[in-house]
């Protein structure tokens, strides 16, 4: 059986990108839910009916684990899933914790960049609450980023000029990590570290949540011998390349770039 991965669009690709590191003979289903991207902007009623009717959809393809590869749909409706299917689900959100840790002894800031929503919510509030230090915790939405990652525009030309205004009421000298809490941030990874100082590390939760499954799969003996094939739905509807990229070969070659 394989495993399926869910995203409103490309971002759940760099959770993807992880997991085929660890767990390189398994087979994949990937969900993105092109029809409704972007959630972070939308409303959380809205965003949890269609994550729902996603995961009905994708429980209905023999699968044995799922990952919720987006930190905005696992802040709104991971525990209502967990509680309907038998399989594991995985969800993912803002490496707040080992951001904090890493702080330690440093006079220094973490900033958490995600979506207006999981920003918003109860759960990433509460996540703050909970590891504390939360005065030396600041965030910013940057919708920009998911927009331009679905139209597959890694243009710096374009993307430089959204994140300077963006980050301009911030002195970027007073972080020291900054937290990529969307699953569509990784493939800035590069462009953002050109533009914060020197040193500043940039964590998100991707490897941890591939992790995760990998220690899931080996405890319920469940390790497949399968090739890494994925198998690509856009929407509910199978598509041979969903990213229009002729391969999505060419977005793991970005996320290798660091
Ligand atoms: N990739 C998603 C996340 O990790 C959401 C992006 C969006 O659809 O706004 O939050």
Known sequence: MRIGFFDSGIGGMTVLHQALRILPTEDFLFYADTSHVPYGEKMKEEVREYVINAVDFIANQNVKALVVACNTATSIVIEE???????????????????IEELEGKQKKVLVLATSLTLKEKKYRDL??????????????LPGLVQF??????????VVPYLEKELSLFDLHQYSTVVLGCTHFPYFEGTLRRIFPEGVDFISGSVGTAKNLKRILESKDQINQGTGNIEFFKSGIKVEDPLTLSNYEKLFKILDEF
């Open 81 to 99: 899933l967990r509680k309907q299917y038998d399989f594991p689900i995985l969800g993912i959100e803002p490496a707040v914790k080992p951001a």
């Open 149 to 158: 990652a679905e139209n597959l525009e890694f243009d710096e030309n374009k």
């Open 128 to 141: 703050v609450h909970r590891i504390g230090h939360g005065e030396n915790v600041d965030s910013l939405p």
